[in-house]
């Protein structure tokens, strides 16, 4: 099982960036999701979605700037980032479940990662 990653980089405040997340090597696919870790700081939850209902999950923090999407055509997972804050730099990970147990939002939930790109908002 693989998940790649790519787009991440440098952007402006107020400014939007899409990250690309590519699962590979995967049989049976729940749930994915999106955390994130900054600077000095626990890695935490940012969005999940529901691989054959479309049903999504966000942290408050995010809600309504974020979007997660999936292609189950092309086995990608996206996250559309919006009105990007300081507060958004960081390093972000996509996570693949293939055992959903319900709790979206826990790290143990997921048995598979993507090995992370850094995300960094300036002003």
């Known amino acids: 099982v693989q998940l790649s990653q790519s787009g991440g980089g440098l952007v402006q405040a107020g400014g939007s960036l899409t990250l690309p997340c590519e699962v590979s090597g995967l049989s049976r696919n729940v749930a994915m999701g999106w955390f994130r870790q900054a600077p000095g700081k626990d890695r935490e939850f940012v969005a999940a979605i529901m691989w054959v209902s479309g049903t999504t999950y966000y942290a408050d923090s995010v809600k309504g700037r974020f979007t997660i999407s999936r292609d189950n055509a092309k086995n990608t997972l996206s996250l559309q980032m919006n009105s990007l804050q300081s507060e958004d730099t960081a390093v972000y990970y996509c996570?693949?479940?293939?055992?959903?147990?319900?709790?979206?939002?826990?790290?143990?939930?997921?048995?598979?990662w993507g090995p992370g790109t850094r995300v960094t908002v300036v002003s």
């Open positions: 996570a693949a479940d293939s055992s959903y147990s319900g709790s979206y939002n826990r790290q143990s939930e997921y048995n598979h």
